[in-house]
């Protein structure tokens, strides 16, 4: 059956089947978020444990080794396939991202991967338990056990090498903790300056100018349309409520948003739009040429939320949006006619340091984050115990924010992630932050300022810069040489520590 | 790894990722109709591809084969698997039913089920255009290759059997052209008569009555009302707007049903939402113990619709459920109350002989279905070429209902089904219209007149019957051999005709 077939072409075939099994998951993953009937439950979970097996299966099948190994040689024979005309760099590509993840699939024993997956239910259980009774001591053994399994797969992903880079490989590949860590130790010194400046002047933003009485199907259709505006095609694309907003793609063609709002408070729904929608543009922009194949996905998670967070904060929160969008807001909430882009824009830059993460305004965000990055490398250098993990979590806190959570639940249990074994992850939302600065400060360096477009409502020059400098290379660069390529350098504190200097400083008359 | 396993248990493990093969098929179907935005079309296509080739693999692997061996040699020996306390009959019953999936995906050679699946998508294209160019040339080399192609599928299934038996058997398993010859006979012939003797009453139906301007969320509001108020569980379900309404079931916990809604007429909405939901009932209400088995299925199409058509007609158009429902209808739509049974019954039951089958009204539904039913016979018989089928179509219709199609889009062209291969499908729409007659006086005769339930609202009698004696045990019994047990005798029109007789006579006052 495959004798018609050359390698690379038989690797796009079985590659496209693994794609179709991703596929269909997303699919099951946003239903049982926005449409699944509550006693759908278990059945939806068998048919997504069901389908996760198979996709490993895939991985791990002979033939797609075999086939790997004869794309090599044909790249170590300095040639892609004649019948194809596919560049030698570009195979050789899409033969490394395919082999990164056949690795991952394979050098972690199955036993351990299925007691991963058992625990991530069980633990999620229990983190929920845990959060609702405000006690962490509940959930500690399986907060111990979860680590206990994550370096186990750790080491078998590491090769010997470093363990916490290994964890950050799964969202992040090829950044490393070395990386990291000066980019942390500079923000955590910079912001926590600016945040303690804000807190010092004095000076209160007055909120109250955004308040009002939002009905849902007003805050929906302007959502819509600012992301129309900025470019995201509801053709190949839609979006739904959900409780926690996120943005999916179950194939080029059909990319998915979801939102919440709060019924006195426009920025929930707004900016949770523009943030999902651009991820959306990302997902619709990947390379058609590449579609169903090692290469035709994005770079990473810290890439992906370089592109929520420069539409939702570079471009969203900026005054010259805001001349183009408050007509349209006033069109659909006439009782909001006095908001002006001057009373408005101070509070989209309110600096309030909180406890929770996701109410976090962008210079308090990344202190967060860092908290998060220091305490998990600590418990995987064995230099913190579980036990001692709430403590640690509210004296960082209380040192870096100046804030300390009353409860658990407020504290070391607000956020589900580490439940799931997701270690490594919680870096990518700064460098997101980090890379969307880079990222817009290139593209004016090329194009030009971009207020005067915002203000026409204008932003496919932006959006057609990222997609050629971005968007288009799919997952063929990561993150560092993909920045090095479309920025001249690599990740840098630099651009975004700039913005919110400037922005914090205007704003509280610093 | 199957070492621990018992046969049966070994089964019921490779056949509980089949169905969770298959709940992932349908998810997919459902949102591509209800939900997908257009660009999608495309990734959609390839992953649902994918899927029902793993399905059709896993329905073919030898192990599958060897376990059902196994499990065969246990019912030999007379015992099922000491362990579970398996009934042995029951087990036979498990193997048998799964044999004959088996058989039906093993005995078709890979190359032409292909070779259907290709001619599905490129002959429905080719429908689609005929019918809108009202043009049946253009589509009539598809429709022969169609023939040719399922005759072939037919002989490899038939083991020198009968061939149209072989395509009955993928929608109705068991049952043969020869039962259903002489009930359509019988049912042309009285049937005909009926609606002569209407015609010939000179009497009209006033419909006036029930027209009106109803908006969407009212009829969506008063629909979900009936179908919860007979049982359907929204907990383990929901209902979405789709442009032809189905039923389809992702597991047994969830359970979906679309509608259309006319804004004139509130029937469509009412009648299709109960008729949906009758559909839904059933696979609610499969048995829990046999989830995700073999015999954990609705036994055929035809029994299917015999609950659809139960809810939707002998108790949805029944004067007691009026008498129940109407308060809602006022209280949903209060400029219709001068609505009365008495003058929203008779336009229940109205008989309009016409072209269209899914327009058709309870007396001359089944005069359309004997029509294709004899023509499809012919074309598998060799007595009918595809290229006299239009005017066979009109002349059939002209002798039966008295009305000649003025284009091919209003006659032969008027159906999906064939474009898609489904031969032996449309009597299955006949049998449940019988069957729903049957199970409904046989469950009067044990429970006592109905009618009073249904003035109060309480549907529950009749559903706990349907349980009981049909929705429980799943496809463990065929067609036939559940009329029996359910109803004392297999398949008859008897029920059906007295009731559309005595129903008709009334409103015409013949």
Known sequence: MTSVSSPPERLFELWGEIKDLLSAQELLHWDQETQMPPRGLEGRSQALSMLAGLHHEKLC??????????CSELVEEGRGSSQEGLDTQVLAAQVEE?????????????ALAKELAELQSTGLAAWLEARERQDFSSYQPFL?????????????????????DALLDEFEPGLTEQELVPLFDQ????????????????????EGAIEGNYPDSGQLALGRHLAEAIGFDFKAGRIDASAHPFCIGISRGDVRLTWRSERNDLRPAVFGILHEAGHGLYEQ???????????????????????????????????????????????????????TVETLWPALHAVRPSLIRVEADEATYNLHVAIRFDLERKLFAGALEVKDLPLAWDDAYEAL??????????????????????????????????????????????????????RQGEFQPLLAWLREKVHLHGCRFKT??????????????????????????????L
Chains 1, 2 share one sequence.
Do not use: C
């Open 144 to 164: 111990e056990r979860m680590i206990e399994l994550k370096r186990q797969q750790a080491e078998a992903l590491a090769d010997g090498g470093h363990l916490y």
């Open 98 to 110: 395919a082999r990164r993840q056949v690795n991952q699939a394979t050098k972690v024993p199955l």
């Open 285 to 339: 922009g990947l390379p058609a040429e590449w579609d169903r194949t090692p290469l035709g996905a994005s770079v990473s998670l810290g890439i992906h939320e370089s592109q929520s967070r420069l539409w939702e904060n570079l471009v969203g929160r900026s005054r010259a949006f805001w001349h183009w969008a408050l007509p349209e807001l006033h069109r659909t909430f006439p009782e909001a006619r006095d908001l």
């Open 401 to 454: 924010l100046g804030v300390r959570a009353e409860n658990p639940a407020d504290g070391v249990l607000q956020d589900i992630h580490w439940s799931l074994g997701s270690f490594g992850y919680f870096p990518t939302y700064t460098l997101g932050t980090l890379a969307a600065s880079q990222l817009f400060e290139a593209a004016k360096a090329e194009l030009g300022d971009l207020d005067e477009a915002f």
């Open 480 to 509: 560092q040489e993909l920045l090095q390529r479309s920025t001249g350098r690599t990740l840098s504190p630099d651009d975004f520590l700039r913005y919110i200097r400037t922005t914090t400083e205007e704003v509280y008359g």
């Open 187 to 206: 923000l955590r010194e910079a912001l926590g300056e600016l945040v303690r400046e804000t807190v010092e002047s004095g000076h209160q933003v007055d």
């Open 61 to 70: 099948a002979t033939e797609l080794g075999d086939v790997l190994e004869a």
